[in-house]
């Protein structure tokens, strides 16, 4: 099943908000696909920034950041969030965060950065593939909303 996030970015009536585009969103069997399934497979455009066989790095389409990235593997796994990591997870999960460190050196993020990673829904996350936030560029404020 596709994100209802899919529907947001091309309706004529956007959702007020990454909250409630969150909220609305239903999370979806650990393995059913998202908008990032046709990122990966090329079939909707996206800005790449890195790319290797394991894992894809793009900039978001609504930049909370000068510099606002996503990580994500290539491969779901059932990782369709963080709560859902298991053990067989290790390997993946430390290449998403080392993936964030080396874009954010590519990015010129020399001062610092910030990485986020929203599950569920009161953690904010709208779709339902496991993807690290890479933010940088401006002041980051304390705590986050
Ligand atoms: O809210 P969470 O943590 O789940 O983050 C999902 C992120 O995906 C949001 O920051 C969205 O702005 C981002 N997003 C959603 C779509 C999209 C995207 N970034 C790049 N390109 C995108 N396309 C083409 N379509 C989306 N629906």
Known sequence: R?????????SSSPM??????????????????TIFDKII????????????DKVLAFRDITPQAPTHILIIPKVKDGLSGLSKA???HFDI????????????????????FRVVINDGPKGCQSVYHIHVHLLGGRQMNWPPG
């Open 2 to 10: 596709i994100s209802v996030l899919s529907s947001h970015f091309t």
């Open 16 to 33: 007020a908000s990454e909250k409630e585009a969150a909220l609305a969103a239903t999370p979806s069997d650990a393995d059913a696909p």
């Open 41 to 52: 497979n090329k079939e909707i455009p996206s800005t790449v920034v890195y790319e290797d």
């Open 86 to 88: 298991e053990e067989r």
């Open 93 to 112: 999960l430390g290449r998403l965060l080392y993936t964030a460190k080396l874009v954010a050196k590519q990015e010129g993020l020399d001062d610092g």
